[in-house]
């Protein structure tokens, strides 16, 4: 049988109490929001009803779908998060901002299956245009990582090329650009 993600977060919630004698306790766990809720509310009440007492973003859960990225979400919707999250004793721990999880220009992806030619163009187009804006879309995480009090950014290194080992320089020298940026930002 396999178990899902909420099911196993409840296996660690009751383990809790036990590593709390070890020195580990569930103020050191921290559950991702769209793995376990349908919303940003039953974000909330997921955490509470197991004593946690941070929360791992990635997307804004909505009605069970995806509801876009918290590192592009609207000002505003931020803020009021982040106001429930402080009303209610809760913080982020880690933000998964989704950043360059994209083709980066000038490689040739390694797929698993063969695309078809407007897939491969959607994916390229897609990417070409994220690279280009990756600055612009960093400052908009960045300004929304302190907006939710959290220092921890997660970013991608691209999606694989055919031969990631040729492409280890180029990757670093960008990933080393955005880190800069972000040290700047605090």
């Known amino acids: 049988m396999l178990w899902s993600r909420r099911e196993w977060m409840t296996v660690l ?4 109490a036990a590593w709390g004698r ?3 306790g569930l103020d050191r766990i921290s ?3 769209d793995e376990s809720a349908v919303s940003e509310a039953d974000s909330i009440r997921f955490a509470q009803h197991y004593g946690l007492k941070w929360l791992e973003l990635r997307s804004i859960p909505k009605d069970g779908r995806g509801g876009g990225s918290y590192a592009t979400a609207p000002l505003k919707d931020v803020r ?6 402080s009303d209610n004793g ?3 721990s880690f933000f998964n901002t989704g950043l360059l999880k994209t083709w980066l220009p000038g490689t040739e992806l390694h797929w698993r299956r063969n695309p ?3 897939q491969k163009a959607r994916t390229e187009s897609r990417g070409r245009e994220e690279y280009e804006r990756r600055l612009e879309l960093l400052d908009m995480a960045l300004e929304r990582a302190d907006i939710l009090q959290v220092k921890t950014l997660r970013v991608f290194a691209f999606l694989r090329p055919h ?3 040729a492409e280890f320089p180029r990757i670093a020298e ?3 650009e955005m880190g800069e940026r972000a040290r700047k930002a605090g």
């Open 174 to 176: 960008i990933l080393a």
């Open 31 to 33: 559950v991702i929001t």
């Open 22 to 24: 070890t020195g580990i």
């Open 163 to 165: 031969t990631p080992e």
């Open 80 to 85: 009021a998060y982040a106001r429930m999250l």
């Open 13 to 16: 919630a009751a383990a809790g």
């Open 90 to 92: 809760l913080g982020v």
């Open 116 to 118: 078809s030619a407007e």
